[in-house]
C-alpha cells in the first residue's frame, strides 16, 4: 500500500523558516516523481514544486522562486520542501504527491498524496 506522510508545518512569524518532510511507506519511492502542492482557505490547490525521481530536474512555481527548495533522499524514502523567508500569502495545507515519471506541474495528474501539513505564517 502506498503512503505519503507529511510533518513539519506548524504556525509561524512572518520571515521565518521551516522544513516539511514527506515519507513514503513503499519500497518504490525513487521510482516516482514527487511534487508538492498547497491549498488555502477559499482557494484552489496550487503548484509549488515538482522534483524527478533521481531529484536531477526540478521545477518551481514563479512565487515560491529563490525561498523554496525541493530535494529529495530516495535512501531515506523522504521529499523535502525547505521554506524561508515566510511570508503571510504562504499559508495553506502543504500536501506531497507521488507519480510515475515525469514530473507535472498539474496536480489532477499525481495518484498518490500525503494527508496534507498546515503552515500558518503570522504577520
Known amino acids: 500500500q502506498v503512503q505519503l506522510v507529511e510533518s513539519g508545518g506548524g504556525f509561524v512569524q512572518a520571515g521565518a523558516s521551516l522544513r516539511l518532510s514527506c515519507t513514503g511507506t513503499f519500497s518504490t519511492f525513487s521510482w516516482y516523481a514527487m511534487g508538492w502542492f498547497r491549498q488555502a482557505p477559499g482557494k484552489e490547490r496550487e503548484f509549488v514544486a515538482t522534483?524527478?525521481?533521481?531529484?536531477?530536474?526540478?521545477n518551481y512555481a514563479d512565487s515560491v522562486k529563490g525561498r523554496f527548495t525541493i530535494s529529495r533522499d530516495n535512501a531515506k524514502n523522504t521529499l523535502y520542501l525547505q521554506i524561508n523567508r515566510l511570508e503571510p500569502e504562504d499559508t495553506a495545507v502543504y500536501y506531497c504527491?507521488?507519480?510515475?515519471?515525469?514530473?507535472?506541474?498539474?496536480?489532477?495528474?499525481?495518484?498518490?498524496w500525503g494527508q496534507g501539513t498546515q503552515v500558518t505564517v503570522s504577520s
Open positions: 504527491a507521488a507519480k510515475s515519471e515525469p514530473s507535472n506541474i498539474n496536480w489532477s495528474q499525481y495518484t498518490y
Open positions: 522534483i524527478s525521481s533521481t531529484g536531477k530536474i526540478t
